[in-house]
């Protein structure tokens, strides 16, 4: 959401996957989460008792949820690209 180049984004997933963190929806063991289920888990970042509206622009709940799929299929792409895997 907030535009960092892909060499930036590459640095910390390979911090995070080095970590052993889950990076995927899969890991996390909801490969086939709804998109009506990341829109609540939006509704729920971008509450008013979040912090999420410290951002430096707004965030909607549909913003989430498509981050979230976003870095779910980067990730996998990316652990295809270099471990051949996912």
């Known amino acids: 959401m907030e535009g960092r180049d892909e060499a930036e984004f590459d640095r910390f997933l390979a911090f995070d996957l080095s970590l052993g963190l889950p990076t995927t ?12 289920d990341l829109l609540k888990v939006g509704e729920q970042a971008t509450s008013p008792a979040d912090t999420m509206g410290r951002m430096p622009f707004k965030v909607t709940p549909d913003d989430v949820a498509q981050a979230i799929r976003g870095v779910d299929a980067y990730s996998r792409a990316y652990q295809e690209r270099h471990h051949g895997c996912c």
């Open 25 to 36: 929806l899969a890991d996390l063991k909801i490969p086939d989460v709804s998109d009506a």
